[in-house]
């Protein structure tokens, strides 16, 4: 599904070297939901964004063989001085996914209103939340990214978000970042720890919350 190649990414802050992968060989195997677990700086989100392809590593490669979404609710890759419905026709459309049919789901999902039709720059952090996550859901990938997001918006906004996903979770495969143990254990059957630039990995997600309560204690 994707495949990590000594992979290898840095970024450089005031003059020292952060080595958040340090020459990381995985495969994320098809059929598997992964937990990622570790402490605050240690990269997560680096790594997701690597795995999305937003982020590019420094050297080593990514291949993906299969229909990989961006990370859950992302918004970076929406144009800001375009209008909800015009960032959501371009993404359908790079996806090749039916227009009609995608801004018809997020028209209702997102439950924004007349300002589907107005520029995105304008929206409160929660509207903007509600289209990206709308649209998240509105095209069919075969692999979610989730970073720390299953839910946004009030409690009857959150189950709904939650009914949806649920459905996805039925036919796709899972990699998520959470703090929360319940929901790993809720969505994911492996555990990846990130420590020290190393990604320890774990078939059975009880192993991978273990590790991470050792190292975070």
Same mark, same amino acid.
């Given at each position: ?13 005031? !003059?020292? #070297?952060?080595?958040? %992968? ?9 059929? @598997?939901? +992964? &937990? ?39 918004? !970076?890759? #929406?144009?800001?001085? %375009? ?9 359908? @459309?790079? +996806? &090749? ?121």
């Amino acid at each position: 599904m994707i495949q990590l190649d000594n992979v290898f990414k840095y970024y450089r802050t005031n !003059g020292h #070297l952060k080595v958040v %992968l340090d020459h990381i060989s995985l495969d994320f195997m098809a059929g @598997r939901s +992964y &937990g990622i677990l570790g402490v605050n700086g240690a990269g997560k989100s680096t790594l997701m964004r690597v795995l999305a392809g937003t982020e590019l590593p420094n050297s080593g490669s990514v291949r993906r063989s299969a229909r990989i979404s961006w990370p859950l609710g992302f918004s !970076g890759g #929406l144009h800001p001085r %375009l209008t909800g419905r015009e960032n959501i026709v371009f993404v359908s @459309r790079v +996806y &090749g996914h039916d227009v009609r049919r995608t801004v018809n789901f997020v028209e209702d999902f997102a439950e924004i209103g007349a300002y589907i039709d107005v520029p995105i720059m304008t929206y409160s952090s929660g509207m903007l939340a509600r289209l990206a996550f709308g649209l998240s859901m509105a095209i069919d990938f075969e692999c979610y990214l989730i970073d720390e997001v299953t839910a946004v918006g009030d409690a009857r906004f959150a189950a709904r978000c939650k009914q949806e996903f649920d459905k996805r979770k039925k036919r796709s495969d899972i990699i998520m970042i959470s703090h929360n143990m319940d929901t790993l254990k809720e969505y994911c059957n492996r555990g990846l720890v990130l420590a020290g630039g190393r990604l320890h990995l774990f078939p059975n997600i009880d192993d991978a919350i273990e590790l991470y309560k050792k190292i975070n204690s």
